[in-house]
């Protein structure tokens, strides 16, 4: 049988050559190695032919004699075996014809749910070929401004299948603002995730039965019981009305209902519609850096911000708001997340030629109401 084996080995001369004598010992072979560099050290990835009678249990036990720590064993098939450029180059051409099955390719190729920076940045670059990929299909025309007034209201999991055309309409810059990877395709169950979210809630925008935006709150429980992630995703032919604003608006009065008291959004620093669209909220907020992105608080009581800056590392994703591809790392401890008064973000100049317009995301910035 074969076992791919994930694991941390001491981090001492002659500890590799330990773990393969332990293996010889109880015949088992080593067919392949591959070494990854980590924050850790060095994680090796093994797979090994057993005997019958090996468990995943059994060879787990044998690592850690070895001198391991952190293994991980999954049973595999013999196509791991393969040169690893070439299982990524045919997962590449499986793409082209169906760019949607980035996920289940990923899972194919890796994996394991922990990732290393190497396999982080082999999945960038799949993903950003999917990405690149599904922008090239055929896209499906939505309902056009004008053609209705959009109607705003709570969604259900009977929204599912209109959030997923209005996904499949949105431009890729649209999406990865709002995901922070490309995701080229949303599933039927995510879809219902991100319409009903556990202890959260979404609100959509609709023209004739056609969703062309959606915003979604969904506890943070790394943040706190009475902390909700929010976000936003307007159509693209659709932004610049001031319906991501109005879509912020209600989700986050909605989060309230529910207990919340605090709404927080991590926005790309360049984003500079989505921090515009916050600030035409004209509520109390607080900015942070958080990694390469930009935590913003919005107060939903008296009490909101009166927590400190700094607060324990967590790794962004591990929410219900957004779908997970991969974690953003973790600030280290003892590291001050920086603030940023919201503030001075009215000092961004407007687009030019759009003065008394709504901004990209839909934010209104004066002009006519």
Known sequence: MLWKIRTELADRPGALAELAARCGADDINILSLEVFTAETGAVDELVVSTGVGWTADALTALAAEAGCVRTTVRPCQAD?????????????????????????????????????????????????????????????????????????????????????????????????????????????RTARHLSAPAGGVSTVATVD????????????????????????????????RGLGGQLLRQVIGEARDKGADRAVCVVQPENVAMLRTIEGLRMR???????????????LSDRSLSHAVDRPPVQYRRTRATPSHRSQPPRATGQSAREHPLATLSAVPPAPGRAGTADGDGAHRGGRP
Not at 134 to 140: D, P
Not at 214 to 227: D, N, Q, R, V
Not at 285 to 299: H, S, W, Y
């Open 80 to 188: 791991v075996l393969s040169d690893g450029p070439t299982r990524y180059l045919r997962a590449v051409l499986r793409l082209i014809d169906d760019p949607v099955s980035v996920d289940d390719e990923l899972g194919n190729l890796q994996g394991f749910e922990e990732y290393t920076p190497a396999e982080w940045a082999r999945a960038d670059a799949l993903v950003e070929i999917a990405g690149r990929l599904a922008e090239r299909l055929e896209v499906i025309e939505g309902p056009r401004p004008g053609s209705g007034i959009p109607e705003l209201r709570t969604a259900t999991v009977e929204d599912a299948e209109a959030v997923v055309a209005m996904h499949e309409r949105c431009s890729y810059e649209s999406r990865t603002r709002r995901y922070h990877v490309p995701m080229p395709k949303l599933t039927a």
């Open 209 to 240: 039965g056609a969703v062309i935006g959606m915003a979604t709150a969904a506890p943070w429980e790394e943040l706190g019981s009475t902390t909700m992630e929010v976000a936003v995703l307007v159509e693209d032919g659709w932004q610049g």
């Open 285 to 299: 907020t607080r900015v942070v850096q958080d990694g390469d992105n930009l935590m913003v608080t919005v107060a």
